[in-house]
């Protein structure tokens, strides 16, 4: 019987986080030391603090007046908050940041007066904690039939947030429905499960491929430890929770060859140790590690970042599947624009050169308005310079209205008032650079041509090589070499308009949209994390 183990596995760095500080408040202010709950979801790491002279108490009324107290990486309702004060408490916080910037997010959203929406687990510490943060207006759901039920009084005014250890992919549908019920409803972004639980569900999926029983060491109230054994069960491979050896049931391992050992988030490895010995004592040899990504406890490096010159190497399954679910996306979300409409090269030029630096909204009106005076190459290079400029306002960046003019001169000249397909010659038009060629020959002419402006070099660095430095020239012309190889034959001008647009309003700059994303099963950057150390 072979042994796998998954990696990561065990202590997350919250947990590593919230352990300390019990350890260290005992060191520094000495037994016995009250901890509100427990301070994280294992028995074992309970009951080693407890030894140690930690009391953990369930609520504050066991803690004696002026005594010191921890609140636990789960997180506490405000009126927690507000009665230790009261009492005169010495409060020390153990909540786990990923908890806390859910609590900021529930906070700012109430104050500007959105209803607010919680997916969670009833009961749960965590789910009580965040609940707690405002008075009103807030409801909890588990499950996509809770929200088909849900009764709101603001459905247009709705914000989301959800629990931090739930499973990816039931959060994903449920967050589908929110949005499929509430078109308008305001989200996190970039979605609050963290980076612990999604790396930990990613390496038990790759357990499922190899293994016929997975052990998931846990103990049963941790909620990241049950959505472990749920997702290997989903996967097809039985899935047992263990707090210890004693709870393994021999038949479990009968006629099997291969078996996986998995930890939640609050387990520690000395429990692996003894699952692994344990197994080796009954037939188990050759422990194998399976590594879907390093993790760093530190938290300032949430995962690996491979070598630029790595970049452009993509399995060919990956660009299959890439290809298939972007266009799927875009049947269903592609943006209905006017120069969408048209193969008129010229009419290309203008809605990209208006679209450099300036947001599709305010390009709109003035796409329509500048055809309408200049429908033709022609029109436009025989018109006063001055002329053109005040046209161009109020989009700013007045450098661009002289470019378009100095093309439409140049068009006319040499070319009667078109633009070649040729890339060479289309390049040799100053103000026709390296992506607005590539667009042309795309959109106007059909071609299998790359383009590789912002949202796509970030959509491409995001998906296969986790942000490069886009300034980096061997990075860039990569980057080109990438989005050439993986256009679909004949697909260009699709596959092109749908790399465009799921930048622009998916994987967006800044807080992009991961829980929603088809991608997220293969994105090196997944759950992307903005500013990272």
């Known amino acids: 019987?072979?042994?796998?183990?998954?990696?990561?596995?065990?202590?997350?760095?919250?947990?590593?986080?919230?352990?300390?500080?019990?350890?260290?408040?005992?060191?520094?202010?000495?037994?016995?030391?009250?901890?509100r709950h427990e301070i994280v979801h294992s028995r074992h790491v309970v009951n080693s603090l407890k030894l140690k002279g930690?009391?953990?108490?369930?609520?504050?009324?066991?803690?004696?007046?002026?005594?010191?107290?921890?609140?636990?990486?789960?997180?506490?309702?405000?009126?927690?908050?507000?009665?230790?004060?009261?009492?005169g408490l010495k409060v020390i916080d153990a909540t786990c940041p990923l908890v806390i910037k859910v609590h900021n997010e529930v906070n700012r959203d109430y104050k500007f007066g959105?209803?607010?929406?919680?997916?969670?687990?009833?009961?749960?510490?965590?789910?009580?904690?965040?609940?707690?943060?405002?008075?009103?207006?807030?409801?909890?759901?588990?499950?996509v039939e809770d929200v088909e039920n849900l009764k709101v009084e603001y459905p247009t005014h709705l914000s989301y947030a959800t629990q931090t250890?739930?499973?990816?992919?039931?959060?994903?549908?449920?967050?589908?429905?929110l949005h499929k019920r509430f078109p308008t409803i305001k989200g996190p972004h970039q979605e609050d499960i963290c980076y612990a639980t999604q790396n930990r569900q990613n390496a038990v999926k790759k357990l499922t491929e190899l293994v016929d029983v997975i052990l998931v060491i846990g103990s049963p109230n941790s909620s990241n430890s049950n959505r472990l054994r749920e997702l290997g069960e989903h996967c097809g491979v039985p899935s047992y929770l263990i707090d210890s050896t004693t709870d393994i049931n021999q038949t479990w391992l009968e006629g099997i060859k291969a078996v996986g050992i998995s930890a939640g988030a609050s387990a520690p490895e000395v429990l692996v140790t003894e699952v692994v010995d344990y197994l080796k004592a009954h037939g188990?040899?050759?422990?194998?590690?399976?590594?879907?990504?390093?993790?760093?406890?530190?938290?300032?490096?949430?995962?690996?970042?491979?070598?630029?010159?790595?970049?452009?190497?993509?399995?060919?399954?990956?660009?299959?599947?890439?290809?298939?679910?972007?266009?799927?996306?875009?049947?269903r979300h592609g943006r209905d624009l006017p120069w969408r409409k048209t193969t008129n090269a010229y009419h290309i030029l203008v809605s990209e050169i208006m679209l450099q630096q300036t947001q599709v909204d305010r390009v709109l009106p003035?796409?329509?308005?500048?055809?309408?005076?200049?429908?033709?190459?022609?029109?436009?290079?025989?018109?006063?310079?001055?002329?053109?400029?005040?046209?161009?306002y109020p989009l700013g960046?007045?450098?661009?209205?002289?470019?378009?003019?100095?093309?439409?001169?140049?068009?006319?000249?040499?070319?009667?008032?078109?633009?070649?397909k040729d890339p060479e010659r289309l390049l040799e038009f100053k103000g026709i650079g390296r992506y607005t060629a590539g667009a042309i020959r795309s959109f106007a002419f059909h071609e299998d041509a790359p383009i590789l402006d912002t949202n796509v070099r970030r959509v491409l660095s995001r998906i296969f090589v986790v942000r490069p430095n886009g300034k980096n020239g061997r990075n860039s012309e990569a980057l080109w070499r990438l989005s050439m190889d993986l256009i679909p034959r004949g697909r260009g001008y699709d596959f092109n308009q749908a790399l465009m647009d799921f930048g622009a309003t998916?994987?967006?700059?800044?807080?992009?949209?991961?829980?929603?994303?088809?991608?997220?099963?293969?994105?090196?950057?997944?759950?992307?994390?903005?500013?990272?150390?």
Not at 165 to 177: G, N, P, Y
Not at 366 to 392: C, F, G, H, I, N
Not at 406 to 420: D, F, H, K, N
Not at 512 to 528: E, G, N, T, V, W
Request: aromatic fraction near 10%; charge should be neutral; hydrophobic fraction near 40%.
């Open 1 to 35: 019987m072979k042994i796998y183990l998954a990696n990561p596995r065990g202590f997350c760095a919250g947990v590593d986080r919230a352990i300390d500080i019990v350890e260290l408040s005992l060191k520094a202010y000495g037994a016995p030391i009250y901890v």
């Open 284 to 331: 188990g040899e050759v422990v194998e590690e399976v590594t879907v990504i390093e993790e760093d406890l530190n938290e300032k490096k949430r995962r690996s970042r491979p070598r630029p010159d790595a970049l452009i190497s993509v399995p060919p399954p990956d660009k299959r599947k890439f290809r298939r679910l972007l266009l799927k996306w875009y049947a």
């Open 54 to 87: 930690a009391v953990f108490v369930e609520e504050l009324s066991e803690v004696p007046d002026g005594q010191t107290v921890i609140f636990s990486a789960h997180g506490v309702a405000k009126a927690v908050w507000e009665e230790a004060t009261r009492r």
């Open 506 to 533: 998916v994987c967006t700059a800044r807080d992009p949209y991961c829980l929603l994303c088809p991608m997220h099963d293969f994105c090196k950057a997944y759950p992307f994390q903005a500013n990272p150390k």
């Open 165 to 177: 250890t739930l499973s990816v992919d039931e959060c994903r549908d449920i967050v589908a429905a």
């Open 366 to 392: 003035k796409y329509r308005e500048w055809l309408s005076k200049y429908p033709t190459m022609q029109d436009l290079a025989r018109a006063p310079l001055p002329e053109v400029t005040r046209s161009w």
């Open 114 to 143: 959105y209803e607010l929406i919680l997916i969670g687990h009833a009961g749960h510490p965590e789910v009580i904690g965040t609940l707690g943060q405002v008075p009103d207006k807030f409801h909890l759901v588990s499950s």
């Open 397 to 420: 960046y007045n450098i661009r209205p002289l470019r378009l003019h100095s093309i439409a001169c140049e068009s006319v000249a040499r070319y009667g008032g078109t633009l070649p």
